[in-house]
């Protein structure tokens, strides 16, 4: 359960101000079909979170040395630094449009390759390899992802308004380098 609540508790306030959000944030307001676009979204993200997670379980596996360790926490350590850096949308994701499959198809595929190489993905592959669970890492993570996307979606814009996003960012700095301490620590 410990795996399941680090897992979930990074990613969501790794994730608020995040460019998926800010990509929910644009899908809810071009399409209007908040149900759609969250069913989208959580595709999207237990695909790519379990592909991550098991990336991170198979590197641990493989390379299961102090090295590797260390690797891993001063990886979450920089996670805590790049938290930090806001991100904004990328052009080719602002102009997402459905594709003839509809906004669910087009939500998956935005969200899927979006997450492709954002912080909370290879924080996913880092939780992977720090617990050893490709199951209970996917869960965490796509639990978070939602906990964070799903107001974005049902809000839209309104939702930067009352979300402070800079808070956000040092909460999941702070989280990331708790983790990355208590992996240094572990190697002791």
């Known amino acids: 359960m410990d795996v399941i609540l680090a897992s979930t508790l990074l990613v969501a306030f790794a994730e608020i101000g995040d460019k998926t959000m800010l990509l929910a944030i644009i899908l809810a307001c071009r399409f209007r079909a908040p149900l759609q676009i969250i069913l989208g979204i959580f595709v999207a993200t237990l695909v790519n979170h379990a592909l991550a997670a098991w990336a991170g379980v198979a590197v641990a596996g493989l390379l299961d ?3 590797f360790r260390l690797a891993v926490a001063l990886g ?3 996670m805590a630094a790049w938290t930090l850096i806001p991100d904004r949308i990328d052009e080719e994701e602002e102009a997402a449009r459905p594709t003839s499959h509809g906004v669910f198809m087009t939500t998956v595929i935005a969200f899927f390759m979006a997450e492709m190489g ?3 993905q290879i924080a996913t592959v880092a939780l992977g390899a720090r617990y050893h669970s490709v199951e209970l890492v996917a869960i965490g993570t796509t639990l978070g992802m939602m906990l964070a996307n799903v107001p974005a979606v049902l809000l839209g814009d309104r939702i930067t308004r009352y979300v402070p996003l800079k808070a ?3 909460a999941a700095a702070a989280i990331f380098a708790v983790l990355g ?3 240094l620590r572990d190697l002791l």
């Open 65 to 67: 040395s102090p090295w």
């Open 76 to 78: 979450f350590i920089g």
């Open 118 to 120: 954002d912080k909370t």
């Open 168 to 170: 956000m960012r040092i």
């Open 181 to 183: 301490a208590l992996a």
